[in-house]
């Protein structure tokens, strides 16, 4: 078992990545479209095309089936790149609300299968009044969602055929096998309900590979329950051993990892629908194949509550003490009720996902507006400083808010700032949401989400049962230390003004080195349980709450706050200048809601009791909380046990999320300087973990400088 694991892991590694072979046949079928043909009748055609043209691959060692990668032409080379994982957020995601970033009900695609899904679309345009003013809209949806469920039949076959050629001409018996059972799991899912464990798995992940392809970025949800009742099944009848399933679950993980370096995601444990504790054997699997597969995606997170059994928790807590920075761990007690709190149906709400980073949603029936957008708290902070004017180039950019005479004064103008930020952004998510909501685009993705067949609409255009707008503040630390070094040094102490602020923060601190180191250590700093500083983070965080919850996005749903910062506390950084908490200009800004950057001077639990202080049922957009620790201090016979101890306790306190870095400086500053002999080390970075030696230097320097 363990061998094939590691070749296919090495097979993966070596070879290539992406999303090209779909994006590029999508695109040819797409552009034979006449000029006019509406937008979701071009995504039909366009994923028809697709299903239909895009070569089928079954590489050596696979059990699960569904390739994406494929090798480039030079001239290609650049064109993908900016639909990677970067150039998808930057072209799309970061102006008009991220795509994908969902689950799709994969209860119900193995209860029922394609077919199943075909048969109520095939009901529904009868019942369409034809005086609905909405009758066109949708029997088109109908149209395109069967003429895409119809091509993944399709797709699924043309597997089928070339496992069967495969087994053909293959010598190896055990081998040949194989091949005879993928293509006899390929005939039957996901056109037809799944019938065992194997059959499942391929059929989830050939809905994985299809949906990724049409909206991107894809969760894979509750694995370890809505596969349950498939492995008990096969382990009662002695089809599958609890070996067998873990190598198939390694086979799973491995293939999440072809997709660009997009961060996938799946979550284990928790609650049922019903409100039941979720561990089982087979989340104990999950876990035991992330050991063994040890790659960046997908990012695991595992839910705790207080039915949770402490070995689970334990046993979450080793993985992540062996340097493999998951499971991301999400508490229930603070999720489900911020989620209900806010109109999510209770059975919805405990069978939340982590969709790809932290970003919180209801599995199978939620809209993809999960990251809208990302709001520059420290560029706040500057304008507030120069009366809202941008310091980069002089333009009024904020707010006029006047001669900062007071702290109060200029506490007062962070908020204002930040106020005009969110209401700026609302009003453009909003804009976009309107366009989007006049096509319709995702005619396959929306035949797995509810109510979307119900109600004979698109999931652009309002059949997702719930649509939450979620905006990221970015650098909530960054400007807390900031404030609390200000109000010491400028209004208590009365050491320098305003004004002298600004020329050396605009001088980068130039020839000022004792002033930034003062500002680096010698004020109040957020994590270290100090009310100096943890008083303002309560007061900023409650009224950037108070703030986001004023807006209705289009849908009818309510704007709700976020903390994510994913890889844009390196991105935002690098578009602001010097800050009065002794940070630089254009580096990056603080990374969660844990302690800025080498900050956490009295430890893990200090940073901890600060995140307990804020409300974070109201922050169901997303929390991320990075705990950094050295691999000797969590490598200790007692260190696991410890780990999972601080979690406990925290999550009884209120947190909500924590995910951790286990690694050392030394090994940190290695793998910069040799990253050939590093390539597989995995580090926490803004909400997802990552290959280090991939990562831009900004956050390679941040994440070292965590450590320190």
Known sequence: MRERIARLKQACLAGPVGLQRYYFHRDQGASGCPEGTALIRRSAAATVHMFDNVPVEIKPDELIVGSCAESLRIEDEERWRQIGLYGQFMNEGGRGGMTGHMAIDNDRLLAEGVRGAIARIERKPADVDPADPDHDRKTEFYSCAQSVLDALVRFANRYADEAERLATAEPNPGRKGELIRIAQDCRRVPEHPAQSFRQALQSVYFLFVATNAEAGLMSLGHADQYLLPYYEADVASGALTPDDARELLGCLLIKTNEWWQLPMSLIIGGQTRQGDDAVSELSYLFLDAREDVRMADPAMGAAFNEDTRDEFVLRCAELNAMGLTQPMMFNDRTIIPGLIRNGVRPEDARRYVPCTCTEITPEGCSGIWVVADYINFAKCLELALNDGADPVDGRLKGEKTGALETFDDLVEAVKRQLARAL????????????????????????????????????????????????????????VVDSLAAMRELIYEKGEMTIAQLNEALAADFEGGDDLRLRMLHKFPKYGNNDPAADDLAV???????DEVEKYENPYGFSYHPGFLAWIMHGVLGKQTGATPDGRHAGTALSDSLGAAQGRAANGPTSVLATV????????????????????????????????????????????????????SRETLLAAKADPASYRD?????GGFSDYFTRLDPILQDEIIQRTE
């Not at 685009?441 to 255009?461: A, Q, T």
């Not at 007061?539 to 709450?545: A, G, I, R």
């Open 539 to 545: 007061e900023l965080t409650q009224f950037y709450m």
């Open 423 to 478: 209401k700026d952004n609302a009003e453009r998510q909003n804009a976009f949401a309107r366009a989007r909501k006049q096509g319709g685009r995702y005619p396959l993705l929306s035949c797995f989400v509810n109510d979307c067949i119900e109600k004979g609409l698109d999931l652009d255009e309002g059949g997702a049962r719930y649509y939450y707008f979620y905006p990221q503040l970015v650098g909530l630390v960054t």
């Open 612 to 663: 307990e202080k804020l409300d974070l049922t109201r922050a169901v957009g997303a929390v991320v909380v990075n705990l950094t620790f050295s691999d000797q201090s969590l490598s200790r016979p007692k260190g696991p046990q410890v780990l999972a101890s601080m979690i406990r306790s925290h999550f009884s306190r209120g947190g909500a999320e924590v995910q951790i870095n286990c690694v």
């Open 681 to 685: 080390l995995i580090v926490r970075v």
